[in-house]
Structure formats: C-alpha cells, structure tokens
C-alpha cells in the first residue's frame, strides 16, 4: 500500500508541472479557397440590415478529436460529433438542462399509435446548396440512419421503406416494431437530415450554421458561415477547427492567444489557467452526460471469467483514484449510467477494495501469480498509471499502451483491445442510449459495445425496456438492469463525466452543453 501511495503522490506532483514547455507556432488560417463563393438560388434569404451585420473574422477552436468521417452516417465519436453539430440539423434536440425534447427541423409531432409518428416540418429551411428542404429529404435521411452500423440498436426500428412524404411539409414515420426511445434517437446526429438530391459522403451539405469549407486530415476543418442557415444569424464567417491531441498544448495556445477556445483541457492546467490568467481565460468546468470508465475485452480470456473482472474490480481503490486523479474534483460513479439521464440508479458497492479478495478472486480463476495484459489509453496517463501500481500488487502486470485518439478508436471498435479506458456521452438523455448501447450484445464494436460484453438476461431486459411504453415501468426495467451490470462487472466505473472548456475574455455568448456541443453559432466578440 505504501508503495502504490508513493506512487500516486509522484504522479500527481509531475502532473502539476506539465505546461513547462513552449508554445507550438500557431498556424495562420488559410484564405477562402476560389471556389468557396456565396450561393446563389431560390430561397436566397435577406441579407442582414441595421445592427446585424455579419464580419469576416474567425473563431479558432482547438479541438481534442477530428472526425473520423464526414457523413453524418459513418461515425459516432465525439470528431465526428464536433463536425456534424456545425453542418446539419435534426428533427428535435434534447436540452439536457430540463432534460426534454425540443423541436428542430420538425416543429411538431403527434404520436398516432406505438409505430407510428407524425412530424409537421418547418417550411423555411434551406441547405447550403441552396435547395429547399423538404420530407422527402428526412424520408431520405432516415432511410441512411436506419442501415447505419453505429446506428444499431438506436435507429434500425426505422421503417423507412414504409415511411411516407405526405406533403412537403408533413413526414409520417413508420418503426418496424414499438421503440420508446425512437424520439430521443431523432435528436442524434446519427439522424442528421441531409439534402436527398445532392447527397456526397464526401462532401457534407446539411442545414446547420455553417458549411464545411476545408480540411486537412490532422490539422485542421475549416468553415464558412452557411448563408441560408435558418436559426439564429451569425455574427461572424468563419470558424476554424485547429486538432491538437495534447491538452497541455491546446491549453497554452489558450494562453498565448492562437485559439479562443480550448475543449477538453486537462484538470492542471484549467486549474493554472483559472489562478493565473483569469482577467484574460474564462475556465468552465462542466458536468456531462457522460461515466469515466475501465473495461475490458469480454470476447477473450481471461475477461471473459466473472471472477476476473471481480478480482480486477477488488483490486482498485476508486475513491483514492478520483482524489488523487482529479483533485477532488470528480463525483465517484456507481453505475454505467450518468445521474444526469432519466433513469439512473446507483447500485451501491458490489465489489469494495479488497486486494487479498482480489488474490483470491485470480487464483480460483486459475492465475495464482497473476497475468500479463495491456490498457489501451488515450490522454489519460495519470489515472493510467495508478490503476497501473493497484494491478500490480496483486499480480497483475499491465502494460499502458498510450495511443492516438483515432488508433485507439480503430482498436476498440475492432476489438483488439484487452482493457481499455474509456466512457459514453448519453447525448440522447435517454436510458437506453445511456447502457443499451454500451452493453447490448448487438451493438458489439460500431455499435457502442466496445467491451464486447454479452449476457443474454440483459439483453432480454434492454429489449423489454425498449419496447415498454409505460414509463414507470420502462424506468423500472433499467434501474434492473444496473443492478445486474453492477454484479456482472463489466467495467469498472470510475467517475461522473466532466470536461474544461476555456476561452477568452473577448469571446461572448458560448453556450455549453452537457452533450459535449457547442453552440458557436452564438458566439459574439467583445472587441
């Protein structure tokens, strides 16, 4: 025990001296491309008049993670997230605050019977392309969700074959069986309406804030304000997405004035930047819809052993990781699910800190001396090596396998991982997204089951959930089920998520969400 004290006291006195080097040069953003001129078509709305006009400065963002595709379709991390949210709409959206739907793209919905809704669209959306939009087009849009594989077990209820563009302005969507959490998923980028006649994978065209003008694969995304946008005017034109990976070097070009705004910074130096620079950084810490967790590979030995992962579980103190990790700034998780959904419940301890009943735990499973194995991790060191000196003491020798955040992606969707740290953004605000997907046999892989985790008494119970639409009942069902993914233990849950956002002082009006989105379209300079 001493020795895994004096470890976290190292670590934690090396993490407050990490921002000792120099800044990186900021690269200036690159000029409007030739091609990238104002549309011009049917639907050409007024130009600001009066105190609305528009200036042609940039908003630079320094962002942790670029998508990995430019289809709404084809991605669900949080890179992908950060693109679609600029480009395209949805139906409705969730507002995590008062935790309910609002509209979007739809201005209404009637629910007709357990399989069927109606949607009344608004009539004053444009794509940037300068086309209308129109049913057919979220007829279209749905049809791609529905056959999405990161889409499986969320959206695949859709009936899209059999969905209907009564008029212009009226959808009626059919499922193939009930789904309670249908509306939810409506609000998720995975359902982004797309233009149904000049739909390139390639090449995004949504109905959002801005347009897509230019990336660079590890460098940068670069925007234009989208001049048919029919929510609320945007002051500025162009909005730049700088990727750093590094969070002590996104927070120093926080610093030294070569972005805005920061996401994602480390806890030390939000922490320096709030007692250093506050009359020039605003440093927000905001609790999301999210868990901070460890899980592990059920498809192979030994994870798939219960007594395993209870020996791994036993073997860690959690309190003393949060604390040494965070500062005391963490709230401990006792469920998968983030008390900020509907539907939380905390199951208590099952397995508290017992490292002889971790021995114990191995040697019945048939590791007296422990194993080898290896945590993939991406920017999360300290608590990494933590976990690292708790396995250690009762045998287990874990190497930390540090990656880039889309090799790490690509191993743990693809399962090549054996442990892995990592967490889920229930940005749906709906149970099911919240476990279901993450546990779920048949969202193995894109789906969200990263874990590969399989027991066929839950996912029984998530489908019933599902189905169930009674919500006492259905809420019921769910505070089950974490009962028996408390006793399966098949990850280890760490923390209630939070993240740091800072910017500057002259930056106004940014708007941030428990979802991890960002509304810049909102952003106003001071100066």
């Known amino acids: 025990m001493k020795k895994i004290m004096s470890i976290i006291l190292a670590l934690v006195m090396a993490s407050s001296i990490i921002a000792g080097c120099a800044p990186t040069a900021a690269p200036t953003p690159p000029e409007t491309p030739a091609t990238a001129t104002t549309p011009t078509a049917p639907g050409t709305p007024e130009q600001p008049t009066g105190a609305q006009v528009r200036s042609d400065r940039t908003l630079t963002v320094a ?9 709404p379709f084809g991605g669900n991390d949080i890179g992908t997230g950060y693109m679609t949210d600029l480009v395209f709409d949805t139906l409705l959206t969730f507002d995590c605050a008062a935790g309910v739907l609002r509209p979007s793209l739809a201005t209404s919905w009637d629910i007709i019977d357990d399989t069927t809704i109606r949607f009344h669209l608004r009539n004053d959306v444009y794509f940037s392309n300068g ?13 791609h969700a529905e056959t999405s594989v990161f889409a499986v077990g969320m959206l695949d209820a859709i009936d899209a074959a059999n969905s209907v563009a009564e008029d212009d302005y009226t959808f009626l969507l059919r499922l193939h069986y009930p789904f309670a959490p249908i509306l939810n998923g409506l609000a998720h980028p995975l ?3 797309v233009c149904s006649t000049d739909f390139n994978p390639d090449q995004p065209i949504g109905t959002g804030p801005f347009v897509l003008v230019e990336r660079a694969l590890g460098d940068f995304v670069r925007y234009r304000v989208n001049e048919y946008f029919w929510g609320p005017f945007v002051s500025y034109t162009y909005l730049f997405h700088r990727f750093i990976p590094e969070a002590s070097t996104r927070a120093i070009e926080l610093e030294t004035g070569g972005v805005d705004i920061a996401l994602a910074l480390h806890l030390n130096d939000a922490i320096r930047l709030m007692e250093r620079n506050a009359h020039e950084i605003t440093i927000e810490q905001l609790e999301i819809l999210n ?5 592990f590979n059920h498809g192979i030995e030994p994870f798939n052993d219960i007594r395993v992962r209870q020996a791994i579980t036993h073997a860690i103190d959690i309190d003393t990781v949060i604390q040494a990790a965070f500062r005391g700034r963490a709230v401990r998780a006792y469920s998968a699910m983030s008390p900020m959904v509907i539907g939380h419940y905390n199951p208590g301890v099952i397995y508290p800190y017992n490292p002889e009943r971790a021995k114990q735990l191995l040697a019945e ?6 194993f080898a194995t290896a945590l993939y991790t991406n920017g999360s060191q300290p608590i990494s090596e933590i976990i690292q000196a708790y396995l250690a003491a009762v045998g287990i020798d874990m190497e930390i396998r540090a990656l880039d955040r889309g ?26 997204y919240a476990i279901g997907a993450i546990l779920h046999s048949r969202n193995h892989g894109g789906g969200g089951n990263r874990s590969f985790f399989t027991n066929a008494e839950l996912d029984a119970l998530f489908d019933a959930a599902a189905a169930e639409m009674d919500h006492e009942v259905r809420m019921e069902m769910y505070r089950e089920a974490q009962i028996l993914i408390a006793h399966e233990a098949p990850m280890v849950n760490f923390n209630v998520g939070f993240v740091f956002v800072g910017y500057r002082n002259n930056i106004q009006n940014l708007v941030s969400r ?14």
Do not use: H
Not at 131 to 143: C, H, I, P, Q
Not at 365 to 370: E, K, Q, S, V
Not at 419 to 429: D, Q, R
Not at 514 to 527: G, I, K, M, N
């Open 63 to 71: 962002i942790n993670a670029e998508p990995s595709s430019l289809s």
């Open 131 to 143: 086309n209308k939009m129109t049913a057919e087009d979220v007829r279209f849009s749905l049809g």
């Open 191 to 193: 359902s982004s309406i």
């Open 291 to 295: 868990t901070s967790w460890m899980s």
């Open 365 to 370: 499973a048939g590791f007296p001396n422990g």
């Open 407 to 432: 090799v790490w992606l690509d191993a743990i969707v693809n399962g090549r991982q054996q442990m892995f740290l990592g967490g889920w953004t229930a940005i749906t605000g709906d149970a099911d």
């Open 514 to 527: 428990a979802s991890q989105r960002y509304d810049y379209w909102l952003v106003t300079f001071a100066d």
